[in-house]
C-alpha cells in the first residue's frame, strides 16, 4: 500500500514533539544491550538532558528538544540563550556527544552557531531536524499511523474490503495482513493479537514497550469471592504473579471483572471472559540458573542446571520458575520480607526427556528431601535466594520408580541416549530391568530358556555319560543381545547355567554313542525342578565365592516368577 501519511513538525506542539522523540529515541537504542536509553521528563528540570543515552558508567550523548519550528535566527535570534542554557547545563555530566533535535532543518549560519558551543569543550556536537527526524519515523509505520491518526481512515476502508472484495485466498491474505498493520497502529505503546473462530475472538494483549503500562496504563479490576474455585490460585497471582497455566474469569460467574484504559483497548460489552497467563521468556532471553542442594557447611551435594522459564512479581513478592533439561520444573514463591518464609513447587514432566537428565534431577530431590538440606538458586555465578527443606512436599507419582534408574545405568554403561518412555510393555519393562541387574553384577532367572539343545562333538562323550549317570550341573558361555528403545545391545560373555538338569533323549544319545559314527551328538538338556535356566556376568560378579542366586525384578504390579521363592529359599549355588 502507498503510504502518503506524514508528521507536520511545525504544527503537532511541544507536547507532541517532545512524545514522539522519546519514543523514537527509546527505539533507537532499546534493541542495543550495551547501551541504555533513559527519557527524562522537564518537570523539576531535567539538567539539560531530554533524553539520557549511557554505556555502562559513561555518558555517550545527551539529546536536547528545542521545539522551535521557525528556527533561532531572524526575529527568533533571542532563543540562542535558551540553546546556549541547556548545553551549559548539559557539559556538567561530561557527555561524549550532545545532540539538538528541533522539528525543522536548520539553516547553515544556525548550524555554525550550534558546533560553535563546543570550542571550549572536548564533545561531538550534532544537529537533527526534520530530515532525520522523517527517516526516522519512516522506520516504525505504527508510531507513525498512530500520530497522523490515519488508522481510523484506513480500518474503514479495510471494513469495505472485507464486504466486498474477500473473492479469492490472496486478497483475504492480504487483507488480514492490512488490518493486522492498522491494529498495530492504534498505540506505539501496546498491541494486541487476535484469533477469530466460530465461537468468537480473543483478543491478546501485550506491551510493545517496557515503559507502556506507565505511559498508557491499562487496568483490569478483578473481584473474586474467597469462597470461589479460582480463590487460591487467584491470590497468589495477586501477591507473587504467579500464574500455572491460564486463569480463567467468567463473566457469568462468582467473578467479575472491568477494564480502564485507552478507548482501543476498553471492550464497551462484556468480554466474556478474561484469561490472565504469563508469558515465557523468549529463547534468546534464556538466562542459565542452577540448584544447588548443600549441607549444614555449605557444601554442595548436588546440583543441576536449567534455565529461568519465567519471572514476575506480585504485591508481597516475587515468583521464579526455573526448567531444568529432565522436565523437573520448581516455582518458587519468594517474598520481599526476609522473614517471611517462601515455598517451592514441584512437578515433573518426564515423558521423552533424556533419562541422564531426569535421573540427576530426581537425585537432586532426593538428597534435598531426605537429607533435609537447603536448597540454593544461582544466578550468573551468585547466590540469589535460599530455602531451608523443613518437610517432604508433595511430589508427582511415580508408578515405576526403579524404570528411571534402570535406563540411566544402561545409558551411562552402554553410551547409549535412551529418554523416558511414555509407555512399555510388560516384556520391554522384564528387558529393561534384566539388562539393569545384569550390569549391576547380578544372577537373574531367564524364563523363556527352560531346555537347551546341544551339539556335542565326539570327544565330548565322557561328558555326556557324566551327564546320563550322574546327572549335575551345566552352563554355557555365550554373548546375548537386548533391545532397548530400538538399540540392539549385544553383552559378551553371558553365563546361563543351571545346577542341576538332565538329558532327555536318552535313547537317541546312547544309540549314537554305541554307533560312534564320528558325527556330532545331539543332546536335548532340561532341568530336574522345572526351574528356569539362570545368567549372569562373570566379570561383573562381585564375590564369585558366593552363592549365585537370582534376584527378583522388583516391578511394581509385576507379580515375580513362581520359581524364585523356591531356588532363593533352597539354594546353595556357587559359581559355575
Same mark, same amino acid.
Given at each position: 500500500?502507498?503510504?502518503?501519511?506524514?508528521?507536520?513538525?511545525?504544527?503537532?506542539?511541544?507536547?507532541?514533539?517532545?512524545?514522539?522523540?522519546?519514543?523514537?529515541?527509546?527505539?533507537?537504542?532499546?534493541?542495543?544491550?550495551?547501551?541504555?536509553?533513559?527519557?527524562?521528563?522537564?518537570?523539576?528540570?531535567?539538567?539539560?538532558?531530554?533524553?539520557?543515552?549511557?554505556?555502562?558508567?559513561?555518558?555517550?550523548?545527551?539529546?536536547?528538544?528545542?521545539?522551535?519550528?521557525?528556527?533561532?535566527?531572524?526575529?527568533?535570534?533571542?532563543?540562542?540563550?535558551?540553546?546556549?542554557?541547556?548545553?551549559?547545563?548539559?557539559?556538567?555530566?561530561?557527555?561524549?556527544?550532545?545532540?539538538?533535535?528541533?522539528?525543522?532543518?536548520?539553516?547553515?549560519?544556525?548550524?555554525?552557531?550550534?558546533?560553535g558551543l563546543g570550542?571550549?569543550?572536548?564533545?561531538?556536537?550534532?544537529?537533527?531536524?526534520?530530515?532525520?527526524?522523517?527517516?526516522?519515523?519512516?522506520k516504525h509505520t505504527?508510531?507513525?499511523?498512530?500520530?497522523?491518526?490515519?488508522?481510523?481512515?484506513?480500518?474503514?476502508?479495510?471494513?469495505?474490503?472485507?464486504?466486498?472484495?474477500?473473492?479469492?485466498?490472496?486478497?483475504?491474505?492480504?487483507?488480514l495482513v492490512e488490518?493486522?498493520?492498522?491494529?498495530?497502529?492504534?498505540?506505539?505503546?501496546?498491541?494486541?493479537?487476535?484469533?477469530?473462530?466460530?465461537?468468537?475472538?480473543?483478543?491478546?494483549?501485550?506491551?510493545?514497550?517496557?515503559?507502556?503500562?506507565?505511559?498508557?496504563?491499562?487496568?483490569?479490576?478483578?473481584?473474586?469471592?474467597?469462597?470461589?474455585?479460582?480463590?487460591?490460585?487467584?491470590?497468589?497471582? !495477586?501477591?507473587? &504473579? @504467579? %500464574?500455572?497455566? /491460564? #486463569? *480463567?474469569?467468567?463473566?457469568? +460467574?462468582?467473578?467479575?471483572?472491568? $477494564?480502564?484504559?485507552?478507548?482501543?483497548?476498553?471492550?464497551?460489552?462484556?468480554?466474556?471472559?478474561?484469561?490472565?497467563?504469563?508469558?515465557?521468556?523468549?529463547?534468546?532471553?534464556?538466562?542459565?540458573?542452577?540448584?544447588?542442594?548443600?549441607?549444614?557447611?555449605?557444601?554442595?551435594?548436588?546440583?543441576?542446571?536449567?534455565?529461568?522459564?519465567? !519471572?514476575?512479581? &506480585? @504485591? %508481597?513478592?516475587? /515468583? #521464579? *520458575?526455573?526448567?531444568?533439561? +529432565?522436565?523437573?520444573?520448581?516455582? $518458587?514463591?519468594?517474598?520481599?520480607?526476609?522473614?517471611?518464609?517462601?515455598?517451592?513447587?514441584?512437578?515433573?514432566?518426564?515423558?521423552?526427556?533424556?533419562?541422564?537428565?531426569?535421573?540427576?534431577?530426581?537425585?537432586?530431590?532426593?538428597?534435598?528431601?531426605?537429607?533435609?538440606?537447603?536448597?540454593?538458586?544461582?544466578?550468573?555465578?551468585?547466590?540469589?535466594?535460599?530455602? @531451608?527443606?523443613?518437610?517432604?512436599?508433595?511430589?508427582?507419582?511415580?508408578?515405576?520408580?526403579?524404570?528411571?534408574?534402570?535406563?540411566?545405568?544402561?545409558?551411562?554403561?552402554?553410551?547409549?541416549?535412551?529418554?523416558?518412555?511414555?509407555?512399555?510393555?510388560?516384556?520391554?519393562?522384564?528387558?529393561?530391568?534384566?539388562?539393569?541387574?545384569?550390569?549391576?553384577?547380578?544372577?537373574?532367572?531367564?524364563?523363556?530358556?527352560?531346555?537347551?539343545?546341544?551339539?556335542?562333538?565326539?570327544?565330548?562323550?565322557?561328558?555326556?555319560?557324566?551327564?546320563?549317570?550322574?546327572?549335575?550341573?551345566?552352563?554355557?558361555?555365550?554373548?546375548?543381545?537386548?533391545?532397548?528403545?530400538?538399540?540392539?545391545?549385544?553383552?559378551?560373555?553371558?553365563?546361563?547355567?543351571?545346577?542341576?538338569?538332565?538329558?532327555?533323549?536318552?535313547?537317541?544319545?546312547?544309540?549314537?554313542?554305541?554307533?560312534?559314527?564320528?558325527?556330532?551328538?545331539?543332546?536335548?538338556?532340561?532341568?530336574?525342578?522345572?526351574?528356569?535356566?539362570?545368567?549372569?556376568?562373570?566379570?561383573?560378579?562381585?564375590?564369585?565365592?558366593?552363592?549365585?542366586?537370582?534376584?527378583?525384578?522388583?516391578?511394581?504390579?509385576?507379580?515375580?516368577?513362581?520359581?524364585?521363592?523356591?531356588?532363593?529359599?533352597?539354594?546353595?549355588?556357587?559359581?559355575?
Amino acid at each position: 500500500m502507498d503510504r502518503t501519511a506524514e508528521i507536520e513538525w511545525d504544527r503537532v506542539g511541544q507536547e507532541q514533539f517532545d512524545r514522539i522523540v522519546d519514543l523514537l529515541l527509546h527505539r533507537r537504542y532499546s534493541s542495543d544491550p550495551d547501551r541504555e536509553g533513559v527519557p527524562f521528563s522537564g518537570q523539576g528540570g531535567d539538567q539539560g538532558r531530554d533524553f539520557l543515552v549511557k554505556r555502562g558508567e559513561v555518558v555517550e550523548t545527551i539529546y536536547q528538544y528545542k521545539y522551535f519550528p521557525e528556527g533561532f535566527s531572524g526575529g527568533f535570534v533571542k532563543r540562542r540563550s535558551q540553546i546556549k542554557e541547556s548545553f551549559t547545563r548539559a557539559m556538567a555530566h561530561n557527555p561524549e556527544r550532545w545532540v539538538l533535535i528541533t522539528p525543522a532543518n536548520v539553516k547553515t549560519y544556525e548550524y555554525d552557531y550550534v558546533k560553535g558551543l563546543g570550542d571550549d569543550y572536548d564533545v561531538v556536537i550534532q544537529v537533527e531536524g526534520r530530515a532525520v527526524l522523517d527517516s526516522e519515523i519512516a522506520k516504525h509505520t505504527d508510531v507513525l499511523d498512530y500520530f497522523t491518526r490515519q488508522p481510523l481512515i484506513e480500518t474503514l476502508r479495510v471494513l469495505d474490503k472485507e464486504r466486498f472484495a474477500l473473492a479469492n485466498p490472496d486478497i483475504v491474505a492480504s487483507t488480514l495482513v492490512e488490518l493486522h498493520r492498522q491494529l498495530d497502529a492504534r498505540s506505539p505503546y501496546w498491541g494486541v493479537e487476535t484469533t477469530t473462530t466460530a465461537a468468537g475472538t480473543t483478543q491478546t494483549l501485550y506491551a510493545k514497550d517496557p515503559q507502556a503500562s506507565a505511559i498508557e496504563p491499562i487496568s483490569v479490576t478483578a473481584t473474586v469471592p474467597n469462597d470461589s474455585p479460582i480463590w487460591e490460585r487467584f491470590r497468589e497471582w !495477586v501477591e507473587y &504473579g @504467579s %500464574i500455572e497455566g /491460564t #486463569l *480463567v474469569i467468567n463473566e457469568n +460467574g462468582p467473578e467479575r471483572f472491568a $477494564f480502564e484504559g485507552p478507548e482501543a483497548f476498553t471492550p464497551r460489552s462484556g468480554a466474556g471472559r478474561l484469561e490472565i497467563s504469563s508469558v515465557p521468556i523468549p529463547a534468546d532471553r534464556e538466562e542459565p540458573i542452577e540448584l544447588r542442594v548443600v549441607d549444614a557447611d555449605s557444601t554442595t551435594v548436588a546440583a543441576i542446571r536449567g534455565r529461568v522459564a519465567d !519471572v514476575n512479581s &506480585g @504485591s %508481597i513478592g516475587n /515468583t #521464579l *520458575v526455573a526448567a531444568f533439561p +529432565g522436565g523437573l520444573t520448581m516455582r $518458587f514463591l519468594m517474598p520481599r520480607e526476609v522473614d517471611k518464609a517462601g515455598s517451592a513447587r514441584i512437578t515433573c514432566e518426564s515423558d521423552g526427556k533424556d533419562v541422564i537428565a531426569v535421573h540427576r534431577e530426581r537425585r537432586a530431590l532426593d538428597t534435598a528431601i531426605d537429607g533435609a538440606g537447603a536448597v540454593q538458586l544461582w544466578r550468573s555465578g551468585r547466590l540469589f535466594w535460599g530455602l @531451608s527443606v523443613s518437610e517432604r512436599p508433595p511430589l508427582p507419582a511415580d508408578n515405576d520408580p526403579t524404570l528411571v534408574e534402570d535406563l540411566a545405568v544402561i545409558a551411562k554403561l552402554r553410551d547409549v541416549p535412551l529418554v523416558v518412555p511414555a509407555q512399555l510393555t510388560i516384556a520391554e519393562r522384564q528387558t529393561i530391568r534384566t539388562l539393569r541387574l545384569l550390569l549391576d553384577g547380578h544372577c537373574v532367572l531367564v524364563p523363556e530358556t527352560m531346555r537347551y539343545t546341544v551339539m556335542f562333538k565326539p570327544e565330548g562323550r565322557e561328558a555326556i555319560l557324566g551327564i546320563l549317570e550322574n546327572g549335575g550341573g551345566w552352563r554355557v558361555d555365550q554373548y546375548r543381545v537386548f533391545t532397548v528403545q530400538g538399540h540392539n545391545l549385544r553383552i559378551e560373555r553371558v553365563w546361563h547355567f543351571h545346577p542341576s538338569i538332565q538329558i532327555t533323549n536318552v535313547d537317541e544319545v546312547r544309540t549314537a554313542l554305541d554307533n560312534a559314527t564320528g558325527e556330532n551328538i545331539k543332546v536335548d538338556i532340561r532341568p530336574t525342578d522345572e526351574t528356569p535356566f539362570r545368567a549372569f556376568l562373570p566379570d561383573l560378579v562381585p564375590d564369585p565365592q558366593a552363592p549365585l542366586v537370582p534376584v527378583p525384578l522388583d516391578i511394581v504390579d509385576l507379580p515375580e516368577h513362581p520359581a524364585l521363592e523356591q531356588i532363593r529359599s533352597t539354594s546353595t549355588e556357587h559359581n559355575p
